[in-house]
């Protein structure tokens, strides 16, 4: 199973057949528990998860739920990506018991799929989240995040509060897993996108560490190049980074289109499957990247997942 998303919205709707949510910084997931008091999480390329996240196993107590979700982890009050990726590819037990003592995430509950085995995915949205408050589902490492009636002051206001953004749906709009729907649309306020990496370079007067990604856009006729990427790649990130970018290697170039020299030059190309996270300041008139800077791998996320995106 994978969740249900949101299109990219151009106007806030307005209207009481709409409800607005926050857009969290995080990991989407789907959170399995089951009467016998186990609980699987999977993300949203249906991968186990669970064992990633071990702050979350006292949510197991016994009730059978399916629950939609996003983990996030704070900094100074904000939620942020990059607080979580330094944790997504540990599977050590041991070390993600540390993690989860001095880094904890919080695991934020906004839709319930499946109640005491009655399936409500055929319910309206605003069915499912008045049985999903009155869970109680309060503690100190989940709880359910509240909706609001005016979008347009929940966007300035989490754009105040440098927020994410956030989410519109429709009150009557059911559960589709894996459906990306016009009934649910996002507004980010950040600049933040996702890319497949085509290739890698070596820092300057370097033999073994990574200098720069080479990034591209899915598309139906191929990867397409956007831009180089060396900002945000140094350190301990970027030695974990080389080392899931080597067993990737190919010959030829991923990239549909041209290459400029000047990218091209010392590239060490890849199967295009890795995503990741840039932050940059939106696109040039030659439609690269504008001053790009890495900000994580998306293990949540397939090449597939961005070219479907609107």
Known sequence: MRPMLATRGHQVPT?????????????????????????????????????AYPELA?????????????????????????????????????????????????????????????????????????????????????????????????????????????VSK????????????????????????????????????STSRLGALLVGQPTPDGLRFMGRVGSGIAGKGGQSLLELLLPLARETSPFVDEVPRVDALGTRWVEPRLVVDVESLGLSGQGRLRQPSYRGVRTDLTPADLETQS
Request: hydrophobic share 40%.
């Open 58 to 166: 006292g949510l197991a107590q016994g009730r059978d739920m399916l629950l939609d979700g996003e983990v996030v982890a704070f900094r100074e009050g904000v939620p942020t990506f990059a607080a979580i990726a330094d944790r997504m590819h540990v599977r050590d037990v041991r070390k993600l018991e540390r993690i989860a003592r001095t880094n904890p995430v919080t695991l934020l509950v906004f839709d319930l799929l499946r109640l005491d085995a009655e399936d409500l995915t055929g319910l309206p949205l605003v069915e499912r989240r008045t049985r999903l408050e009155a869970l109680g589902l309060v503690d100190e490492r989940w709880q359910v995040p509240a909706a609001y009636d005016d979008g347009q002051m929940l966007l300035q206001a989490t754009d105040e509060q440098g927020l994410e953004g956030i």
């Open 170 to 205: 429709r009150r009557d709009s059911r559960y589709v897993f894996g459906a990306r729907t016009p009934h649910w649309l996002k507004f980010p306020h950040r600049r933040r996108t996702s890319w497949v990496v085509g290739g890698w370079r070596l820092e300057t007067d």
């Open 15 to 51: 209207g009481s057949e709409w409800l607005h949510e926050v857009k969290w910084d995080g990991i989407r997931l789907l959170i399995d528990l089951r009467a016998d008091g186990s609980m699987r999480l999977t993300s949203r390329n249906e991968n186990d998860v669970t064992i």
